[in-house]
């Protein structure tokens, strides 16, 4: 059973790797993969850089003019790295253990890592936006005005709606719906629902994850035994973030897991995984200004 365990680790890593890239609610932050070098073990990465020339004057029958390409790996250090282990009681049934494995894998992805990832993003975004605001909205034409606003300083920052990305919590989406007048199409279903607004994708972000500061539970100290994150003391709810993709460079690397077999886990007669997760979240200090922030009051 170990070495049939052992054979998939790199097959759960890279659908480990796909979840939390894929299901984050920021995925669309993510930086180009091909520009990411190998993880190293203490948390660095190489990220790649590139300059080039720019166009010529073609002469006709003179051939192309030559350009230049420089390629630098930057080495950067990631900021979070966190983990957790998991020993699961002996299973005779070798193929029942994969499947199990497997699934608490995959729901340990999806309930607990990727809310933590976006909460830290989002805390990250709301820190480093080059415009905020802040209010409590009891009406939706207030909704509506506040996020007209927004799309303003998107768009005096020389970006069209249509690359823009709308995080907002289901409350304001709701919001935004009162305050939009729609109608029925002949042959159309009734649908008051909406993936884009004014051209912009809509992102709705569960609200434990949408705070402009959150604390990093250790998993170690009493009381932070379930380890997580929760909403900091000094954090602020938030309503909604505009945000364009050029801001921000999200990039997350799973070490590749560790699994020990009942015979060689020294601990307990159990399977042992181990799951470690380096991440970070980079904005740009000439592109804070694609970032705009509304928090409640």
Sequence with gaps: ?????????????SRLDRIVEEETCTADLNMNGDLVGELSGNGKIEIAKIAMDGLADHTRG????????????????????RDREFSIDVL??????????????????RTKVVPEVDAIRFARLATKAGNKAAATFTAPDAALDAVLLGEEAMQDAGKPLSECVLYLTSTMKTMLRKAQPWRIGMGEAPNGNFDTFDEMRIKVVP?????T???????????EEA?????????????????HPEAAAAITKHEKLRYFSPDTNQSDEAHLWQYRLFHD???????????YLHNKA
């Design 1 to 13: 059973m170990a070495n049939s365990l052992g054979a998939v680790v790199s097959k759960f890593t």
């Design 62 to 81: 003179g051939g192309f003019v030559k350009g230049g390409v420089k390629l630098d790996w930057e080495v950067v250090q990631l900021e979070f790295e």
């Design 92 to 109: 005779d049934d070798e193929e029942r253990m994969m499947m199990v494995s497997a699934n608490l894998m995959n729901e340990f992805a």
């Design 213 to 223: 500061a959150i604390d990093l539970l250790d998993g170690k100290t009493a009381g």
């Design 281 to 291: 979240l980079f904005v740009y200090d000439n592109k804070v200004q694609l970032l």
């Design 207 to 211: 609200p434990s994850r949408f705070c």
């Design 227 to 243: 380890g997580g994150f929760k909403p900091a003391t000094a954090g602020k709810a938030i309503n909604f973030m505009l945000a």
